[in-house]
């Protein structure tokens, strides 16, 4: 996805911006056969912050919770009961193939190459995810142990972002 933040005021810029709606423009019909959309809308309203919502990275804070706090007490309870994980890292992965497609915990992509169209499970990531996926695969690891384990888990100490 790409956003332009366009001020109408700003006549200096009109150029660039052309040049890049018309430079995203081409490359979009090349690259998606079924077409794209572009949205328009006002900067300072309810939908313009639905759609930077999805660009937000991340926070440490959502990560951290997720890493420090989460995937250890599953990790722990798990063990009690007889279920052992080498590490977070390898309950992260076994998590994400579990809930991906019964919670949509993923994103439909394009390979670039092929034209494919294939599902990549939400990244946490601070170069790929985003904060309200992240928030939503949080969340729902969190529902999935409660139902699973019967695992309360503490909310964060802060909010998380």
């Not at 810029?13 to 018309?22: P, R, V």
């Not at 420090?68 to 998590?95: N, S, W, Y």
């Not at 190459?113 to 946490?124: A, H, L, P, Q």
Request: aromatic share 8%; hydrophobic share 40%.
């Amino acid at each position: 996805m790409k956003i332009l933040d366009f001020d109408p005021n700003q006549k200096n810029i009109w150029g660039d911006l052309q040049k890049s709606l018309s430079e995203m423009v081409i490359k979009a019909l090349k690259l998606i056969k079924e077409g794209f959309l572009i949205v328009l809308v006002r900067r300072d309203t309810d939908e313009a912050k639905k759609i930077l919502a999805i660009k937000q990275k991340p926070t440490d804070s959502q990560r951290g919770y997720y890493w420090k706090i989460v995937l250890p007490k599953i990790r722990q309870v798990a063990a009690e009961q007889g279920q052992h994980f080498k590490d977070e890292t390898h309950l992260h992965a076994d998590l994400k193939n579990l809930l991906m497609e019964e919670h949509s915990l993923y994103e439909e992509k394009v390979n670039l190459i092929t034209g494919e169209i294939y599902k990549e499970c939400f990244s946490i990531s601070d170069e790929k995810g985003n904060k309200a996926n992240t928030a939503k695969f949080i969340d729902t690891v969190i529902n999935w142990a409660a139902e699973f384990y019967g695992i309360e888990i503490p909310e964060p100490k802060k909010s998380v972002d």
